[in-house]
């Protein structure tokens, strides 16, 4: 048994359900390469490679980039935490857009034939929903910050009566 | 000197199992309503031969509901499964890259979990809009692919059990170990995740969820945009036939006695109503006030034996889903119509004109329209 936990890494039980999975794998995958197989690898690794390579890297930098850049031009005022009103509205439309990509950049050819419908429509929603909500998010920050600075003022001309007494 | 990009480092945080955790349950769920109101869909439109004539034609509103889940919850992953991803983004760095058979075996069961994810939320997604930019069929590889992912899913489980276990709560001994100041930032995280899942789902359920039709901005279909009051999957010039003239059209029905029926001799036939939903596997589903003539009326006329099959066959000349079968639950279910009229009105084109099948609880694609021909089977 120990010889096996060293060579193995766990204990038998674990083999035995990961043997039973890739059983059930080998017969999905049975089923998966019934037609065109090799088109069928290319792009189950492809999707792997364009989330895991392409995308995640794409969108921390993309985050990276907007905090290091906006980091510089903000120093002069207080500010609270801002990023995540960045975050937040390119987040949703960001998610809307890869749900609907389709249908806003009308790649569908049958959608027209088989709805009776126009696909026309979606850009222009799609962009009125990431207006609304950069928009609200800025309103948000603009509130938060009008708080901050009414704070900062009130604070400056009535200084605490403890500030007096350490000083 | 050690190299800064293999392996990389991660300096950002909430990459923790706590986490990777809540986002997982949901994401779990999600995954678990969508198998399985896909293996419903499934069954339902190619239903294996030992299942074939019990398949159950109640309730009305079963594969609406079904098929509006699937939908739904497919949708759902489209933010989880990402945020997911993102959490336990730098252990696909960690190194040494295989550290026993064991870890070897794990990593490619994640790999295999994660390809197949991604790419049948893709699929299906896609599927839903239209867009087919692979070259394979769709309907056998996401099939195969959703067998793919809960194989690897239940594996998962079982190997992250005990992480699961220890960081399931907030309280729990996992969680508690973890850096306290992250928590703000956590639960903001998912608060984020939540208004995704919140905005892609409000824009969308409205094409079945039909009180929040108001707020479907983004599906492909609107309860409310197509003829007859109802959307349409398939148009009839899509399909190939046009308006078909009603002095030409004849319903064959084959059967011990065969008999050939003009659209006024099935107007002379009893007329019955119903009140049925058209539900599309792509998600969009509409209630509708349905008149015509019962299958089963027609089955008789053609002296069909009870327990008889029936194929029904279109006049459309283009397209899949020409032939339709079903078994005698739904051929003699008295709900089951040929109709002729739509919510009071004759039968648009798009919707079928002259004569279509609406059946209780059946997909859309099977609902075959332009109908010419019934065809009693053994």
Not at chain 1, 125 to 143: D, E, N, P
Not at chain 2, 45 to 53: A, E, I
């Amino acid at each position: 048994m120990s010889r096996f936990l060293r060579w193995y890494g766990a204990n038998p039980l674990h083999l035995l359900v990961l043997v039973c999975s890739f059983a059930i794998t080998g017969y999905a995958c049975a089923r998966l390469f019934a037609q065109r197989p090799v088109e069928v690898v290319i792009w189950l690794v492809g999707a792997a490679i364009v989330h895991d390579l392409i995308l995640m890297p794409l969108y921390s930098l993309a985050d990276l980039s907007a905090r290091s850049v906006l980091r510089h031009r903000a120093q002069d005022m207080p500010t609270p935490a801002w990023i995540n009103h960045l975050r937040v509205p390119a987040f949703l439309s960001g998610v809307l857009l890869l749900v609907w990509f389709p249908l806003i950049f009308r790649l569908s050819g049958p959608y027209q034939g088989a709805t009776g419908l126009t696909d026309a429509v979606y850009i222009g929603r799609w962009l009125a929903i990431t207006a609304v909500l950069f928009g609200l998010s800025a309103l948000i920050l603009a509130f938060k910050l009008g708080r901050i600075r009414r704070q900062a003022r009130d604070d400056e001309e009535r200084p605490p009566a403890s500030a007096g007494k350490s000083a | 000197m050690r190299s800064r990009l293999l392996p990389p480092e991660f300096s950002g945080r909430l990459h923790d199992a706590r986490t990777a955790t809540s986002i997982g349950r949901w994401l779990g769920l999600a995954f678990a309503v969508c198998f399985l109101t896909g293996l419903i869909s499934h069954v339902l439109q190619h239903p294996p031969g030992w299942l074939d004539g019990d398949l159950p034609s109640r309730p009305t509103w079963g594969y609406r509901l079904t098929q509006g889940l699937h939908v739904a919850s497919g949708i759902a992953a489209v933010p989880l499964l990402p945020a997911k991803l993102w959490t336990v983004y730098p252990r696909l760095f960690s190194w040494p890259a295989v550290r026993s058979v064991r870890h070897a075996l794990e990593r490619l069961s994640v790999a295999v979990l994660v390809a197949a994810a991604v790419l049948e939320v893709a699929t299906g997604l896609m599927n839903t809009a239209q867009w087919y930019p692979w070259p394979f069929p769709f309907v056998p590889v996401h099939y195969a692919l959703a067998w793919l992912v809960a194989g690897s899913v239940l594996l998962h489980i079982a190997v992250k059990a005990p992480e699961i276990r220890a960081h399931w709560s907030r309280r729990s001994p996992g969680t508690l170990a973890l850096p306290e100041e992250d928590g703000p930032d956590r639960r903001s995280l998912l608060a984020a995740v939540t208004a995704a899942v919140g905005a892609v789902t409000v824009t969308t359920v409205g094409q079945s969820f039909t009180p929040l039709k108001g707020f479907t901005l983004l599906a492909p279909r609107h309860p409310d945009h197509g003829p007859n009051g109802l959307p349409v999957n398939r148009t009839a010039a899509a399909a190939g036939v046009g308006l078909i003239a009603s002095d030409r059209y004849r319903l064959t029905v084959v059967g011990p006695r065969a008999c050939a029926l003009t659209l006024d001799e099935l107007r002379g036939l009893p007329q019955y109503e119903a009140e049925l939903p058209i539900a599309c596997v792509e998600g969009w589903s509409k209630s509708a006030h349905w008149t015509g003539v019962r299958v089963v009326d027609l089955l008789d006329l053609a002296g069909a034996p009870r327990h008889a099959r029936v194929r029904v066959v279109s006049l459309q000349t283009r397209g899949d889903y020409r032939i339709s079968e079903m078994g005698h639950e739904y051929a003699r279910d008295p709900l089951t119509l040929l109709a002729l009229r739509l919510n009071g009105e004759e039968l648009t084109p798009d919707h079928g004109y002259p004569v279509r099948l609406i059946a209780p609880n059946r997909p859309g694609v099977l609902q075959t329209k332009w109908v010419g021909r019934l065809e009693v089977l053994s």
